[in-house]
């Protein structure tokens, strides 16, 4: 996949950058911690600056985050009732957990939003529920673009400043990716687990 990543770049220039930081958003397997400092590489060898992989790749994460931003819309609380009321038995899960979680997110989801834009994989999937709280589209998109920019600046600059050596980044930064997924593994592991324990001593107390 990284070939294809650098070769569509290297042939589309900022437009490239543009689509490929959108379309890792929407799909979060294509790894922005390869666009992004092969895009700062591309400022040593080709007409591209700094400032404009920078914009372009901000642009491109923001409409990324726009599209999942409406799926999540689409999911809204109602719509979740609805699906609760049908399977939320079989699911153990409750309209009271719906509107826990959604309360939660309404209260903590501005900063869950800006510090999850640099979280590998969360960062793409972190607007679906910022819009499904019904989170207001302008903030959500100020907190957005504050994680996004710092992000994109971080590993153009990188890139940028490590020269044909910019691989090395995308190594280090995989490191850093699978070590989150770990520890996102091991909280949803334990999430549930806590979850689920109490909802069943809920159901041994009622029973």
């Given at each position: 996949?990284?070939?294809?990543?650098t070769?569509?770049?290297?042939?589309?220039?900022?437009?490239?950058?543009?689509?490929?930081?959108?379309?890792?958003?929407?799909?979060?397997?294509?790894?922005?911690?390869?666009?992004?400092?092969?895009?700062?590489?591309?400022t040593?060898?080709?007409?591209?600056?700094?400032?404009?992989?920078?914009?372009?790749?901000?642009?491109?994460?923001?409409?990324?985050?726009?599209?999942?931003?409406?799926?999540?819309?689409?999911?809204?609380?109602?719509?979740?009732?609805?699906?609760?009321?049908?399977?939320?038995?079989?699911?153990?899960?409750?309209?009271?957990?719906?509107?826990?979680?959604?309360?939660?997110?309404?209260?903590?989801?501005?900063?869950?939003?800006?510090?999850?834009?640099?979280?590998?994989?969360?960062?793409?999937?972190?607007?679906?529920p910022?819009?499904?709280?019904?989170?207001?589209?302008?903030?959500?998109?100020?907190?957005?673009?504050?994680?996004?920019?710092?992000?994109?600046?971080?590993?153009?600059?990188?890139?940028?400043?490590?020269?044909?050596?910019?691989?090395?980044?995308?190594?280090?930064?995989?490191?850093?990716?699978?070590?989150?997924?770990v520890l996102?593994?091991?909280?949803v592991?334990?999430?549930?687990?806590?979850?689920?324990?109490?909802?069943s001593?809920?159901?041994?107390?009622?029973?």
């Open positions: 996949m990284q070939a294809w990543i070769d569509f770049m290297e042939q589309f220039g900022y437009f490239g950058i543009f689509l490929m930081l959108a379309f890792e958003n929407i799909f979060p397997p294509i790894p922005s911690e390869v666009i992004l400092p092969f895009g700062g590489f591309m040593t060898t080709t007409n591209l600056t700094i400032p404009g992989v920078i914009i372009a790749a901000t642009l491109g994460s923001l409409l990324g985050a726009v599209i999942l931003y409406y799926i999540g819309r689409l999911l809204d609380v109602n719509r979740l009732e609805k699906i609760v009321e049908r399977w939320g038995g079989l699911l153990r899960i409750s309209k009271k957990d719906i509107h826990k979680a959604d309360a939660w997110f309404d209260k903590y989801g501005y900063w869950t939003v800006l510090f999850c834009r640099m979280v590998p994989l969360v960062r793409s999937l972190i607007s679906i910022a819009g499904m709280s019904g989170m207001k589209f302008g903030v959500f998109m100020i907190f957005t673009t504050i994680g996004t920019l710092g992000w994109n600046l971080l590993l153009v600059l990188i890139g940028a400043a490590l020269g044909e050596s910019w691989e090395d980044i995308a190594m280090y930064m995989d490191m850093y990716s699978n070590i989150v997924y996102l593994a091991g909280g592991v334990i999430l549930g687990y806590l979850f689920f324990r109490k909802r001593r809920k159901m041994t107390t009622e029973g």
